[in-house]
């Protein structure tokens, strides 16, 4: 069973950099893509981006390019980072496997980032 | 990248058919058959549903069906049941990554 689980800082200053990791465990990072995606409360789901083991990425064009997506295969894990955060950006981030077919099969429990000072 | 269009909410009473429906344009839902839809209950993460448009994913009861007409994709659950009752949204490939919907809040009565 393959399973994901976010870590990282629960707050954020404004204008800082949100930094998120994701550890996968039940499967090789190296067999699928692995994405980011966030929900405001309240609102909406919106896709981040995505890694490739080999660390080829795409993002939301949306986010212009204060997205960073890295993975580290030797530890079995992918991470996000987001510049530049505003209060915009507070949301719970979830990380998800990301089938070749577009669609997210397995899910973190999403970890809840608030910006603020 | 604009988000598909879903209803806010939808309700139905328990046994009846309900369809959600989501709309988007011929650079996401009517061009490729990478609709999926997702399930999500209060404080938890969302749970895939349907992929591929129309395929069931090993475990998910097979109350829960997908289409897709043109431009607008539906997801068709029957048999309403209590535990239905949570937040839908569906998602689409487009050309410069994936869109989802607004999501719509589904009510059993």
């Known amino acids: 069973q393959v399973q994901l689980q976010e870590s990282g800082p629960g707050l954020v200053k404004p204008s800082e950099t949100l930094s998120l990791t994701c550890t996968v465990s039940g499967a090789s990072i190296s067999s699928y893509y692995w994405s980011w995606i966030r929900q405001p409360p309240g609102k909406g789901l919106e896709w981040i981006g995505y890694i490739y083991y080999t660390g080829s990425t795409n993002h939301n064009p949306s986010l212009k390019s204060r997205v960073t997506i890295s993975v580290d295969t030797s530890k079995n894990q992918f991470s996000l980072r987001l510049s530049s955060v505003t209060a915009a950006d507070t949301a719970v981030y979830y990380c998800?496997?990301?089938?070749?077919?577009?669609?997210?099969?397995?899910w973190g429990q999403g970890t809840l980032v608030t910006v603020s000072s | 990248q604009s988000a598909l269009t879903q209803p806010a909410s939808v309700s139905g009473s328990p046994g009846q058919s309900i369809t959600i429906s989501c709309t988007g344009t011929?650079?996401?839902?009517?061009?490729?058959?990478?609709v999926s839809w997702y399930q999500q209950h209060p404080g938890k993460a969302p749970k895939l549903m349907i992929y591929?448009?129309?395929n069931r994913p090993s475990g998910v009861s097979n109350r829960f069906s997908g289409s897709k007409s043109g431009n607008t994709a539906s997801l068709t659950i029957s048999g309403l049941q209590a535990e239905d009752e949570a937040d839908y949204y569906c998602s689409s490939y487009t050309s410069t990554g994936t869109v989802f919907g607004g999501g719509t809040k589904l009510t059993v009565l």
């Open positions: 591929d448009v129309s």
């Open positions: 998800a496997s990301l089938d070749p077919n577009w669609y997210f099969d397995y």
């Open positions: 011929s650079s996401d839902v009517g061009g490729y058959n990478y």
